[in-house]
């Protein structure tokens, strides 16, 4: 499509034209999940919207030009704590939630990113760096710790407009005996006791948590790239911070061109979080709702925009889907979506826009012909939705419906035999109770079918 793509940039803050460094070679490197505890839904929102992107991106330049890095965090504080409170080994913990997520990356549709680089494997690249700001004075050794220097680094701010002074001046953090500053941020810390440790010139150790994506995305992007993202409360200081480490250990100008943030979920409008106690795991949302709900769901905001969470927004999405799916047909030829369709993908991936599009793709295919419903599906699949075969999205829903398909069937006997009486009170109160327990029945040429509503 010749049409450009705009992406609204936080290092700037405001919406640009995607110019990309080398438009056969683009690279996007999102942050992955720290493994320490099951993947909540405020983690599914940016798997999602980068998988868009990444699809966006695939559109426009072509599959084999865009190499998308979505790293695992496998080494890192929160690991250990969980690790200990679990009582779990932490190579079994990390390796049972690091399945986990890959199970609800494939619930939720998202395609597998080109790499995805663990912390613990990328070690010797980290240690390397350290080696490089330390040489260029921008970090110091202070018993065993190896702090960044951030009064060093003149731009630092520079991504969540942060001043260094202000920072430094309305600190909360206690300074520690060991740092210049008390805003100076880790990149090696000692490992205690049982803690995983690796050998350095600093003692054994563990790298700091931001060091682990500067490290990762050079690996496997080079020292400037196009595209950074992950969720808007990593812009400080996680971002703010790899920025800081990247541009001094590389000697470089420029690490990410853009960097663009997916906004939080709220849940009844208030902020998810563990100590609100209203974290909603995506194992559990899994027992009730097909992972294309969610999808649909958690696309239904612009992701700039807060999202809130909720059962109504749950149910209607199922309700759209269900309709949908009266028009979905198997599509065996290359159909191509069409450019004037995915003009608001390409203006800062507006999914409510392209469910719009979506809609009126659907309101021409139930009254149109086959093509009409091939070009309806085509395009929801573009985003990831109407992904499984109907019978599979039919199956999905029968397993969670209260009542079994023998007591259905018997129900059904029953009100055949109130109609044959007459009875027609009885056959349909049959009817009704069916209906309120998901089951729609239709009379067709002398025969009763039924449906999940
Ligand atoms: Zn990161």
Same mark, same amino acid.
């Given at each position: 499509m010749n049409k450009d793509i705009f992406l609204s940039n936080s290092l700037g803050n405001k919406k640009e034209k995607f110019n990309p460094i080398d438009p056969k070679n683009i690279g996007m490197y999102v942050c992955g999940p720290?493994?320490?505890?099951d993947p909540h839904i405020g983690n599914a929102r940016p798997l999602i919207i980068f998988d868009i992107l990444f699809k966006v991106l695939k559109c426009k330049y072509g599959t084999k030009s865009v190499t998308y890095v979505r790293n695992i965090t496998d080494i890192d504080d929160k690991i250990i704590k969980s690790s200990e409170e679990k009582k779990i080994p932490i190579a079994e913990l990390t390796l049972n939630i690091t399945k986990k997520f890959h199970e609800d990356c494939n619930y939720l549709n998202c395609e597998t990113p080109t790499h995805e680089p663990k912390a613990t494997d990328n070690i010797d690249l980290m240690i390397n760096m350290i080696h490089e700001l330390i040489k260029g004075e921008y970090a110091y050794e202070s018993e065993k710790h190896v702090y960044f220097k951030?009064?060093? @680094? *003149? %731009?630092?701010?520079?991504l969540s407009n942060k001043n260094v002074d202000d920072l430094i001046a309305g600190s909360r953090v206690e300074l520690s005996? %060991?740092?210049? %500053?008390?805003?100076? @941020?880790?990149l090696w810390k000692p490992s205690i006791g049982t803690e995983p440790f690796w050998d350095s010139p600093w003692g054994k150790g563990r790298p700091g948590w931001h060091l682990e994506c500067s490290a990762m995305s050079k690996k496997y992007l080079g020292n400037t790239f196009d595209i950074h993202g992950g969720g *808007?409360?990593?812009? @400080?200081p996680h971002h703010e911070n790899e920025i800081a480490q990247s541009l001094c250990a590389n000697?470089?100008?420029?690490?990410? %061109?853009y960097w663009v943030h997916n906004n939080f979920i709220t849940m009844s409008n208030e902020k998810m979080s563990k100590s609100q106690g209203n974290i909603l795991k995506i194992s559990d949302l899994k027992k009730k709702y097909n992972g294309q709900v969610l999808r649909l769901a958690l696309i239904s905001?612009?992701?700039?925009q807060p999202l809130d969470w909720n059962e109504k927004l749950m149910d209607e999405c199922e309700k759209t889907l269900n309709k949908w799916y009266n028009c979905y047909v198997t599509v065996d030829k290359k159909i191509l979506i069409q450019d004037n369709d995915l003009k608001p993908l390409y203006d800062d991936l507006n999914t409510p826009g392209f469910i719009a599009v979506l809609h009126e793709l659907f309101d021409k295919a139930k009254d149109g012909d086959r093509k009409d419903k091939e070009l309806f599906t085509t395009a929801c699949k573009f985003i990831g $939705? $109407?992904?499984?075969p109907k019978e599979e999205w039919n199956n999905f829903k029968k397993r969670n419906l209260k009542i079994s398909e023998k007591d259905i069937l018997s129900k059904i006997s029953q009100r055949n035999d109130a109609r044959a009486k007459k009875d027609y009170q009885s056959a349909d109160k049959i009817r009704d109770e069916l209906f309120d327990k998901g089951i729609l029945i239709e009379d067709e040429d002398g025969k009763t079918i039924w449906k999940v509503k």
């Open positions: 720290t493994v320490y505890d951030i009064k060093k @680094f *003149r %731009n630092y701010g520079v005996e %060991n740092k210049d %500053n008390p805003e100076d @941020f880790v *808007r409360d990593l812009i @400080f000697k470089t100008k420029k690490f990410a %061109n905001a612009h992701y700039s $939705l $109407l992904s499984q």
